[in-house]
């Protein structure tokens, strides 16, 4: 019960979206209860889950400043067990508003501690950026996920995000683990992809997830009809590897 | 003389790097005298143009705060016409130093005004956020390149960033205009990338250059060799699209 899952990497467009919205509709798929966090500003997880922010009254900015409860800004989806709280741009504010006060760092986690027991698996959808909401949600997380684009520039940012990890780990929240390094948008045709996941095997070895994302254009595709792939393509490599994925982080998280 | 392009994108993983990086290597193989700026703490442009920087002594942030002049920092390159400005994690620090600082967005500005009018084009690569470096950013330069992955959620943060432009225009820098926005990634078999491009060509008609990036493998290997397009993969649809991107920039800034 109460897996909180932190989705991030400070590079931007390596999947930490695409991976937050998918794992989520494969956990809901195998009948585990879940909860999809949209931290980021941007809003992607919101719209490709097919919510349109223009009817929202309040987004999660709301509950960070005290003026909503999580289980007030909870929308259902077209997956039974999955749920979303959205996100909207006002959430830049909460950088700048908050970045003078004490506790900061752990508003998120405050936020989430009402309802995250009535789900058994929560996920957090990061920024491009190891800002104050990113280490909230690493503050606020049992475990963390680093989807790793199979790109040259992808492999660069690794080193400076696990030295975050320990920093929070030590000063914000002992319990923080690594759940694994997932790589992403990998082509076999290309030996780059190949170098990548081999130069990540060296350095990383016992965090990378047997579980590959290919590059697959439904996967590009899904969210502008605002669903996860499951349904929309729901035999498309894509969604099989999201599948797969999911049922190795259970294997891992559950069984410890 | 001294065309200051800042090429920024909220959105992650577009294209803004590699646009930086290869513009400014085809303006330079034009005879055009460039220097490449990178104001990204991930340091990417600098990875990608070669450059060690466990062997520097001082990057951008050390003059941005002060302890350096941008001459000092500039290094050559392997093209005759391109010279470049390094970036290190460490200029994360900028961003949390200088937040209560009068004057804190002219910082750049300040720091290049010695040495823009020794070069025809000085190229900015920002981070993938609408943070006070890519607020210094805009408020440094004449124009801005926005590179759009030809992608759905790619669209999305555009509204967003044009009402930045709007407030640093109106508050900062009155004379910085949008050189264009640039289609990335295309790719002519999905149906997607003819979407995105039909989509913004609705939207923001005027600014769409008619330059589009291809997606090429080419692009995403020659950081892994520290060069740019040019010197790695000369006749590849990457690096012939750069090319044309810079003859259709200079068309358009030099002629007005
Ligand atoms: N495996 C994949 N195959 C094909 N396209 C993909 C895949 N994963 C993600 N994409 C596409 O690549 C782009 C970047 O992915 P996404 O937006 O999920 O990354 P991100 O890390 O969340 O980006 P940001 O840093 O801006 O938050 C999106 O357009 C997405 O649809
Ligand atoms: N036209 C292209 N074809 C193929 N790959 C590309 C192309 N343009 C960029 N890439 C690759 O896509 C990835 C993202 O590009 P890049 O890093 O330049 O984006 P960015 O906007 O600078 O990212 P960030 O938001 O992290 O700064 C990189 O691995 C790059 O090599
Ligand atoms: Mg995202
Ligand atoms: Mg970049």
Chains 1, 2 share one sequence.
Do not use: W
Not at 133 to 147: C, K, R
């Amino acid at each position: 019960m109460g897996h909180v899952i932190c989705i991030a990497n400070q590079k931007g467009g390596v999947g930490k979206t695409t991976t937050a919205i998918n794992l989520a509709a494969s956990l809901a798929a195998l009948k585990k209860k879940t909860l999809l966090v949209d931290c980021d500003a941007q809003g992607n997880a919101t719209t490709g889950m097919g919510i349109d922010k223009s009817t929202l009254d309040k987004s999660l900015y709301h509950a960070m400043i005290g003026q909503a409860t999580a289980q007030e800004l909870v929308r259902r989806t077209g997956l039974k067990h999955l749920q979303v709280i959205p996100a909207r741009t006002e959430l830049i504010g909460f950088e700048v508003e908050f970045m003078d006060r004490p506790g900061r760092e752990k508003v998120l986690k405050n936020v989430l501690a009402a309802i995250k027991e009535a789900y058994d698996y929560v996920l957090i959808d990061c920024p491009p950026s190891l800002s104050l909401l990113t280490v909230n949600a690493m503050a606020a997380a049992t475990s963390l996920l680093i989807p790793l684009q199979s790109e040259f520039y992808a492999l660069e940012g690794l080193g400076q995000l696990m030295q975050t990890v320990k920093i929070v780990k030590k000063n914000l929240n002992p319990r923080l683990t690594v759940a694994g390094i997932l790589l992403t948008m990998f082509d076999k045709r290309t030996s780059l992809s190949h170098q990548v996941a081999a130069n990540a095997g060296k350095h990383f070895q016992n965090f990378l997830l047997e579980t590959q994302i290919p590059r697959n254009v439904r996967l590009s595709e899904a969210p502008s009809f605002g669903k996860p792939i499951l349904l929309y393509a729901a035999s498309s490599p894509g969604a099989q590897s999201y599948v797969e994925l999911a049922r190795e982080l259970v294997r891992r998280l559950e069984t410890g």
